[in-house]
Each structure stands twice: as structure tokens, then as C-alpha cells.
């Protein structure tokens, strides 16, 4: 059947459910797609059960971290992984079915299926056609294809947090934010963990020194975290499964070997737009994502994109609420809003968690001047009986504005958005020194990490 509307939403993510709700009242015909259930994978496969799986690790490390320093218990504690898996659920079980319900309550009509673009106008989904004066892609991303021997033997962060019972050995492949946030919690399980990073360096998008300070906090945790070991090959051997890498210097290879009961795939996410087939709509893909420019429009201009398919912006989630709010006021208004990326925040909430904004190595070290802190000494980082912190922010000289901040330590996920406000704000340094903090917390840090 064939049916008109204004706007044609594909996903119903962080983006796509943002976008709903910022038109959703305008008074325009709007139509949503999902292939899957409604609500996407921060809320449902991604940050949100995420954190509360890692919520349960920090509440035992930090039982763990005080025995014998006035509290804590008399042996140390371990997630009770199966009650745990119910917990997180709680968050996820009915989450789909209030997000179409909302949808639903604003008029907008709901449709389930693989989409596809049959021509510049119009989105397939199943045995309907929507015709869109207006089309929004929020495809999302998937996990990355690696190519080698075995990968169906990979467990997916997905499958990962729907395990009823962890087993004792646990692989990692990649070194990024699913690997090491999975990688922490898994130990505070009880779990054997291997991390496998196949460069130089892992967590690539953080700041080296305090992403160093973090592997040695992994390290005393008890967790194995071994760089250029990419892998090659994953087999069934008996009971167990066995991961070959190739390990690399610049003199010489060699193959290594690992048993695991699970390997997990934390090697990277790439835009999903598998048969969505956007050369039918003129919609320009470059490096497997979607081009938009700064109004978040396509190379079709009536076509607009936002969230992890999109080739501009970090692939967060207040990145893809940020892009679908900058799209809704283009299409309601006309392309007069644009989007600002200006010190948008990240963390990887391992123990300790990091945070970071801005950038990380000055491009001209004669321009900045950068502030490097040791703070595992420090009061806010020995009353919680953790070992390492750190922070470093970058300043300009000329203007005093703040560049790059970067937080290894307590609440670092917290205190990182502080320094955000200042860059997004245009404040100073000078400034953030005159706010008077709530002592003692982390945030009364920062004069001093200035």
C-alpha cells in the first residue's frame, strides 16, 4: 500500500525517537520504521543497561577497596552476575513497548520492518511505500565485520549482557569502550579477562598519559591487557574456544594462542545501512557512512540524517540527540540551524572511569599550555581507597580558554562536564577558578587541576 506523509523517520534510536518528539506536535503526518523493537540500542542494547551492569562493579570494587579501611565486608564481594541480568532488565523489558505507545498517543504512525529506499521520495518497509516530503535516517550502527576464520564464534555486546551466567574465561577483541567497560565489570565477577588490542595503543580517543595510568589500574585489577595482537582466527578446540593473533613489532611476527569459554566482539561499530541502499535516493556514503552537512541534510535536500549512521560527530548518544534536534528545526524552519560540536564530553566508565573533552595532543605546544596532575594521592581519590588518578587540561595561552580536559579518578564522569560548560560557554580558565566549589567533592579539584 501506498502512503503519503510529511515526515518518514527510519529508527527509532536516541535520534529518531528525539526527532519524533520535537515534531511529533507540529501538526505534520509522520511516519516511524524500526527492523527491530522500538527504542534502539543506547536504551535497550548499549549505555543504559550498560551502566547499570557497571553501577554493580563499582559498588563491589568499592566494598573491596575499603576492607580493612572501616568498612566494608569481612571478605571480598563479587557481582551476583544472574540477579544482576534481572536487575538491568527492569530497565529494558518495557521499554519498547512505552516508546511505540508514545508514538502512538502523538499521532505518529508506527511501522515494522527492514526499510529501503525505492526512489529520492520514497521508503519501502515490507508491503508498504511511504512517500516522505521529508525523510530522517537514523539507522544506527552495528558491530563491525572483522573478516576472519571463526567470527561466528563471537559473542556480541548484546549477547554479553543477556548472559545468565558468565563463564570463567573471557576473551576481548578490540581495545575500546565496549571491551574495557565489559572487561571491568566481567572482573568484578570473578572472571578471567584477557583484552586483545590489535595497534600500539588502546583506547585511542583518550588522552595516552591517563589512558596509561587506566591499563595499570586494569593491571593491579586483574586484568591481562596485551597491544599488537590483532586477531586472525577464532576455532573450536574441544570445550573451549581458541583465539590466534599475530603479534607484531617492527622486526618480527609471531602467532599466539588463547583459550577462552567466550570471546566478545569490542572491535568497533560501524554505521548500519546494510539494505537501506541510499545510492536510490541520491544519498551520498562515504567510508560506509552517510555525508550531511552542518544542517544535518544529505546530498539530497530532502533528505536530512543524524546519530551513529552519519559521517560528522562522535558516536554518542547526546551527539545523536544534539543531530536530531538540529534536523527537526531545519525541517520545520529551514535549514537555519546548525550543529555545534563544541566541547561535547565522553567517558568509558571503567574503575576508575576516564572522561575527556576537547582535544588531547596540542597541535602547536608553543601556543598551549598543558597541566598534567598526578592525583592518586589526593584526598578525593584516597577516601574511596582507589589507587590511580590523574588529570590534564590543555589552555591556550593567548585567550586562557580551555582546549582539553582529561580525568582519570573518582566521579571523573561527573566533574569532565564542568570543564564541557566551559568550553561550550567560551569561558576561561581564570574563570572556572573563581566558582566556588561544594568541598570536599572532586569538582573542588579543579582550581587545582588548573
Known amino acids: 500500500m501506498e502512503r503519503e506523509y510529511d515526515i518518514v523517520i527510519i529508527g527509532t534510536g536516541v535520534a529518531g525517537t528525539t526527532l519524533a518528539h520535537q515534531v511529533g506536535y ?36 568499592w566494598n573491596n577497596r575499603l576492607i580493612g579501611r572501616g568498612a566494608g565486608t569481612e571478605s571480598p564481594l563479587r557481582i551476583d552476575w544472574p540477579s544482576l541480568i534481572e536487575f538491568k532488565r527492569t530497565f529494558t523489558e518495557d521499554y519498547p513497548r512505552k516508546i511505540e505507545k508514545s508514538l502512538f498517543e502523538m499521532g505518529i504512525d508506527t511501522y515494522h520492518g527492514r526499510a529501503y529506499f525505492e526512489d529520492e521520495n520514497t521508503v519501502a518497509v515490507g508491503e508498504d511505500k511511504l512517500k516522505g516530503v521529508y525523510i530522517f535516517i537514523a539507522a544506527g550502527a552495528r558491530p563491525r565485520k572483522l573478516g576472519i576464520p571463526g567470527e561466528e564464534y563471537l559473542t556480541s555486546s548484546e549477547e554479553f549482557m543477556e548472559t545468565e551466567k558468565l563463564p570463567e574465561r573471557i576473551v576481548f577483541v578490540g581495545g575500546g569502550y565496549i571491551s574495557f567497560e565489559f572487561a571491568h565489570i566481567a572482573r568484578r565477577a570473578g572472571c578471567r579477562v584477557t583484552i ?16 596509561d595510568m587506566l591499563l595499570k589500574a586494569s593491571e593491579v585489577a586483574g586484568i591481562e591487557v596485551l597491544t599488537n595482537n590483532p586477531v586472525v582466527a577464532v576455532e573450536k578446540e574441544g570445550g573451549s574456544l ?16 588463547f583459550f577462552a569459554d567466550m570471546v566478545v566482539h569490542g572491535a568497533g561499530r560501524v554505521p548500519d545501512l ?23 541534510r544529505t546530498s539530497n535536500p530532502r ?62 605546544s608553543t601556543k598551549y599550555r598543558v597541566v598534567f596532575r598526578d592525583r592518586s594521592n589526593w584526598y578525593s581519590t584516597r577516601r574511596t581507597g582507589m589507587e590511580f588518578a590523574g588529570s590534564k587540561v590543555i589552555i591556550d595561552k593567548e585567550n586562557d580558554r580551555i582546549m582539553g580536559a582529561h580525568i582519570l579518578g573518582p566521579n571523573a564522569e561527573e566533574a569532565i562536564n564542568l570543564f564541557a560548560a566551559a568550553m561550550r560557554l567560551g569561558l576561561k580558565a ?14 573542588s579539584d579543579i582550581v587545582y587541576m588548573l
Open 26 to 61: 507540529s501538526g505534520l503526518n509522520i511516519a516511524v520504521i524500526d527492523s527491530r523493537e522500538y527504542g534502539g540500542t543506547c536504551p535497550l542494547r548499549g549505555c543504559d543497561p550498560k551502566k547499570a551492569l557497571a553501577s554493580a562493579s563499582e559498588a563491589a570494587d
Open 196 to 211: 586483545l588490542q590489535r595497534s600500539e595503543r588502546p583506547l585511542e580517543q583518550f588522552d595516552p598519559d591517563l589512558v
Open 242 to 257: 581458541l583465539v590466534r593473533t599475530e603479534f607484531k613489532t617492527e622486526s618480527h611476527s609471531e602467532t599466539h594462542t
Open 274 to 296: 546494510e539494505d537501506l541502499q541510499p545510492e536510490n535516493a541520491g544519498i551520498r556514503v562515504e567510508n560506509g557512512a552517510i555525508v550531511v552537512d552542518k544542517h544535518m
Open 303 to 364: 533528505v536530512y540524517a543524524g546519530g551513529d549512521c552519519t559521517s560528522e560527530g562522535m558516536p554518542l548518544t547526546p551527539v545523536a540527540t544534539l543531530q536530531a534536534r538540529v534536523a527537526a528545526a531545519n525541517v520545520l524552519d529551514g535549514n537555519r540551524v546548525e550543529a555545534d560540536y563544541t566541547g561535547i564530553p565522553r567517558a568509558v566508565f571503567t574503575i576508575p572511569p576516564l572522561a575527556s573533552v576537547g582535544i588531547s595532543v596540542p597541535p602547536d
Open 430 to 443: 581564570s574563570d572556572l577558578k573563581k566558582v566556588v566549589y561544594a568541598y570536599p567533592g572532586v569538582c
